[in-house]
T-cell receptor, first 114, second 112 residues
Framework: DTAVSQTPKYLVTQMGNDKSIKCEQNLGHDTMYWYKQDSKKFLKIMFSYNNKELIINETVPNRFSPKSPDKAHLNLHINSLELGDSAVYFC?????????????FGPGTRLTVL | QQQVKQSPQSLIVQKGGISIINCAYENTAFDYFPWYQQFPGKGPALLIAIRPDVSEKKEGRFTISFNKSAKQFSLHIMDSQPGDSATYFCAAGTDSWGKFQFGAGTQVVVTP
């Protein structure tokens, strides 16, 4: 299946731990993103990479570090997890089609910090 | 600071009715306005998008109306169906790198 995939789908962990979320897209897109969706469903962009280069870096604590080993993968590592990090994290990739930037989202990773 | 304001927060519409969701933006540099549809447990999916050089765009039962002078745009879902029950997000941004500001979302429930 052509898609944006994320692992794991659910992640439950203790405060202070370090965790990673992996994302892969096989759509051939050059640009990938990480979004955070909070408990009120508010979606906020965190990072974007284009061809492995960081192009968007929003005001995100430096405990969050994205890594793009190649243009098909964008992983998110989070250090010293805090309660407020609990959210659903979405990976996305994009293409420009008919002049429009179309973003394809993954299924999300629900992170719960206890 | 939320640059895109979306209303209502939720709405209930009967099957066959019209759902209308409104968004307002502040940044006049925005030149791309997509709408996303999100079902529970899934990621958002692009539904329809518009640029400010047109005032309306229609795709099937979904229509975006755009008012550049008022800095407002809206989504109309005609002949609403139960399968349209989802959360809808408007967004706005400059299209260069896909950096969008999202609205807070509207939960639409279509009753049979």
């Amino acid at each position: 299946d052509t898609a944006v995939s994320q692992t794991p789908k659910y992640l439950v962990t203790q405060m202070g731990n370090d965790k990673s979320i992996k994302c892969e897209q096989n759509l051939g897109h050059d640009t990938m993103y990480w979004y955070k969706q909070d408990s009120k469903k508010f979606l906020k962009i965190m990072f974007s990479y284009n061809n492995k280069e960081l192009i968007i870096n929003e005001t995100v604590p430096n405990r969050f570090s994205p890594k793009s080993p190649d243009k098909a993968h964008l992983n998110l590592h989070i250090n010293s997890l805090e309660l407020g990090d609990s959210a659903v994290y979405f990976c996305a990739s994009s293409q420009v089609r008919e002049g429009y930037n179309e973003q394809f989202f993954g299924p999300g990773t629900r992170l719960t910090v206890l | 600071q939320q640059q895109v304001k979306q209303s209502p927060q939720s709405l209930i519409v009967q099957k066959g009715g019209i759902s209308i969701i409104n968004c307002a933006y502040e940044n006049t540099a925005f030149d791309y306005f997509p709408w996303y549809q999100q079902f529970p447990g899934k990621g958002p999916a692009l539904l329809i998008a518009i640029r400010p050089d047109v005032s309306e765009k229609k795709e099937g039962r979904f229509t975006i109306s755009f008012n550049k002078s008022a800095k407002q745009f809206s989504l109309h879902i005609m002949d609403s169906q139960p399968g349209d029950s989802a959360t809808y997000f408007c967004a706005a941004g400059t299209d260069s790198w896909g950096k969008f500001q999202f609205g807070a979302g509207t939960q639409v429930v279509v009753t049979p």
